[in-house]
């Protein structure tokens, strides 16, 4: 073998190692926003308690949400773009849509309620992942 195709060799290990560190980084630091979620408005008392039981499937964000653990209400629409979440969920005579963006261990962002009377309310909300 000469020194010629030796280097050569080692510059393509080189490049697939670069690669493989790469993926491995990439899919490292993909979250997966699966778990049971609550928490409340910091701003908006009124808002009281909201949970979340999500399920992620790559971009495609299921499961429920409601005020209470035991009162939960279907996500009818879910997404996840990157540590962008949007879900909707209805709820009797309305929906509620929620926008939230991973902050460290906390989803932050705003709830909105759609009523069918037209009333609309929103609030700024923070949850954080229940222990399982």
């Known amino acids: 073998m000469s020194c010629r195709t030796s280097a ?7 490049k697939g190692m670069v690669i493989v560190a790469l993926l491995t980084a990439v899919c490292a630091s993909a979250a997966d926003f699966s778990g049971k979620w609550s928490g409340s408005s910091p701003d908006d008392k009124s ?13 495609t964000l299921t499961g429920s949400a409601g005020p209470k653990e ?38 932050k962002g705003t709830m909105q309620i759609f009523e069918d009377d037209n009333h609309t309310a929103s ?7 229940s222990p399982q």
Do not use: C
């Open 70 to 107: 035991s009162r939960q209400f279907p996500i009818t629409t879910g997404k996840v773009d990157g540590d962008h979440l949007t879900f909707e969920v209805k709820m009797g005579d309305g929906r509620m849509r929620f926008e939230v963006t991973a902050a460290g261990s906390e989803l």
């Open 47 to 59: 808002v009281g308690t909201i949970y979340a039981v999500l399920k992620q499937d790559g971009t």
């Open 123 to 129: 609030a700024n909300i923070v949850l954080t992942r």
């Open 8 to 14: 050569g060799l080692a510059r393509g290990r080189a």
